[in-house]
């Protein structure tokens, strides 16, 4: 994981400077419409790869604060052998700023990216054969854990995740991006949610809510 200040993202410079390149080819050649064309996706990908600097909220011990920017979509409480406790469901569009942050300082238990199709979440097949990464964040001193999976809706680039396990992170630290899709939490029993349907989120500045630890209760 590499702290990058610049006002674009890593992720994205490839995309800003070919549209820059062929901006400048067309319009030496006088092509007007293929000029303009070039003129507005240099726009777009500067605008969605954006990387605004966050200021980190100081929340009280094992607070959790989203991952994403985007709009809560759904609120679950699970009580099935697979997960008990809360599934939250984000959806970041492209209106979104797509950095990816650490929910809360922990260390990274286990990655599993997963190549595949990038179909509307409206698809019956989006949720079986969809690009996904799932992230499993672990704070082993306070046996803390929660699971995060983001999976892709229709979008032009790949999931980045530029951290690998074991390593230990710092809660609000850039750890990918992610260009429009939806965002699954998976939390504990043990957890109080701030958050409603509807709620509207920024990465690393938005609390999602604590773990109760049972020294606490």
Same mark, same amino acid.
């Given at each position: 994981?590499?702290?990058? &200040?610049?006002? !674009?993202?890593?992720?994205?410079?490839?995309?800003?400077?070919?549209?820059?390149?062929?901006?400048?080819?067309?319009?030496?050649?006088?092509?007007?419409?293929?000029?303009?064309?070039?003129?507005?996706?240099?726009? +777009?990908?500067?605008?969605? +790869?954006?990387?605004?600097?966050?200021? #980190?909220?100081?929340?009280?011990?094992?607070?959790?604060?989203?991952?994403?920017? @985007?709009?809560?979509?759904?609120?679950?409480?699970?009580?099935?052998?697979?997960?008990?406790?809360?599934?939250?469901?984000?959806?970041?569009? #492209?209106?979104?700023?797509?950095?990816?942050?650490?929910?809360?300082?922990? /260390?990274?238990?286990?990655?599993?990216?997963?190549?595949?199709?990038?179909?509307?979440?409206?698809?019956? &097949?989006? /949720?079986?054969?969809?690009?996904?990464?799932?992230?499993?964040?672990?704070? !082993?001193?306070?046996?803390?854990?929660?699971?995060?999976?983001?999976?892709?809706?229709?979008?032009?680039?790949?999931?980045? !995740?530029?951290?690998?396990?074991?390593?230990?992170?710092?809660? @609000?630290?850039? #750890? $990918?991006?992610?260009?429009?899709?939806?965002?699954? &939490?998976?939390?504990?029993?043990?957890?109080? &949610?701030?958050? @409603?349907? $509807?709620?509207?989120?920024?990465?690393?500045?938005?609390?999602? $809510?604590?773990?109760?630890?049972?020294?606490?209760?």
């Amino acid at each position: 994981m590499r702290n990058n &200040l610049l006002p !674009i993202a890593k992720e994205g410079w490839s995309y800003v400077i070919g549209a820059v390149v062929a901006f400048i080819i067309f319009t030496f050649f006088d092509f007007d419409f293929l000029e303009f064309l070039a003129f507005l996706a240099t726009l +777009f990908f500067v605008f969605v +790869f954006r990387n605004p600097e966050r200021e #980190y909220a100081i929340y009280q011990e094992n607070s959790v604060v989203s991952p994403v920017d @985007g709009t809560v979509v759904s609120i679950e409480e699970l009580h099935n052998d697979e997960h008990k406790g809360y599934k939250v469901e984000i959806d970041t569009s #492209y209106l979104n700023v797509a950095l990816l942050r650490v929910p809360f300082t922990s /260390n990274l238990e286990s990655i599993r990216i997963s190549k595949g199709t990038r179909l509307s979440a409206h698809s019956p &097949l989006s /949720n079986s054969i969809n690009e996904n990464a799932e992230l499993v964040f672990n704070d !082993i001193k306070l046996s803390n854990k929660m699971r995060v999976v983001h999976k892709l809706k229709q979008s032009f680039k790949a999931i980045d !995740i530029d951290i690998i396990e074991a390593q230990n992170i710092m809660q @609000g630290a850039r #750890y $990918g991006l992610m260009i429009n899709g939806i965002t699954t &939490l998976y939390l504990p029993e043990n957890f109080r &949610l701030n958050i @409603g349907l $509807g709620s509207e989120l920024s990465a690393s500045e938005s609390l999602i $809510g604590y773990f109760i630890n049972e020294s606490k209760k």
